[in-house]
């Protein structure tokens, strides 16, 4: 994404009263996962996540995400992500970064 777009994302999320407009740069560090099940390409994945962040206490969730199963992830892979303040559960993750990385 170029900068002008994020800025761009930035004022548009303040502008609606999202609680992604005081979102940090952090991470999400993947603690535990559930495996694939089946052959479907894209499967629901239940995670333990830590939440990281500067000023952010490190921080458990438990969410589900659907993925692409050929690039499941594995436990201990840290990805970016921006972390609501307001909301630190609320996450917005880069996913599409395991199609790209080669663990």
Excluded: F, H
Aim: charged share 30%.
């Amino acid at each position: 994404m170029e900068d002008w777009e994020e800025g761009a994302a930035e004022s548009l999320e303040r502008m609606t009263g999202s609680p992604m407009a005081d979102a940090l740069q952090g991470t999400v560090r993947i603690v535990s996962l559930s495996e694939p099940k089946g052959r479907l390409r894209y499967q629901a994945c239940n995670m333990e996540l830590i939440l990281e962040g500067p000023g952010l206490d490190s921080e458990p969730l438990a969410t589900e995400v659907i993925l692409d199963r050929r690039y499941w992830p594995k436990p201990g892979m840290v990805l970016r992500a921006r972390i609501s303040r307001r909301k630190p559960r609320m996450i917005d993750v880069n996913w599409d970064a395991l199609a790209r990385e080669k663990w």
